[in-house]
Nanobody, 127 residues
Framework: QVQLVESGGGLVQAGGSLRLSCVVSGRTFSNYVMGWFRQAPGKEREFVAAITWSGATTYYADSVKGRFTISRDNAKNTVYLQENSVKPEDTAVYYC????????????????????WGQGTQVTVSS
């Protein structure tokens, strides 16, 4: 199966920036979608961003549009999440995930449509 390892989380002050990375290893698939999700204590896991295999199409949650940027480097089997102008409400564990193919009738924003998940990396934004 596929393994995903996130890194780059940490403590940052409000208004600052972080870049999260996720490296995919093991079995890989062509034309797969990569997504970022986050989960804060006491809250449901929520969609943050997604990117197609080519990188030509991206998707963002309304809460992060204009601040976060998702990108990928297929040669390095890596997806990134650049977080700018972070806010305290961005504090959460961030997970990357793989969506291995076109799933008819399922939103790209739905966590249940992703097959493989990383262990998560903590992002804490101080006031």
């Amino acid at each position: 199966q596929v393994q995903l390892v996130e890194s780059g989380g940490g403590l940052v002050q409000a208004g600052g920036s972080l870049r999260l990375s996720c490296v995919v290893s093991g079995r890989t698939f062509s034309n797969y979608v990569m997504g970022w999700f986050r989960q804060a204590p006491g809250k449901e896991r929520e969609f943050v961003a997604a990117i197609t295999w080519s990188g030509a199409t991206t998707y963002y949650a309304d809460s992060v549009k204009g601040r976060f940027t998702i990108s990928r480097d297929n040669a390095k089997n890596t997806v990134y999440l650049q977080e700018n102008s972070v806010k305290p409400e961005d504090t959460a564990v961030y997970y990357c995930a793989v969506r291995t193919g076109v799933i008819i009738g399922t939103s790209i924003r739905a966590a249940a449509s992703y097959s493989y998940w990383g262990q998560g990396t903590q992002v804490t934004v101080s006031s």
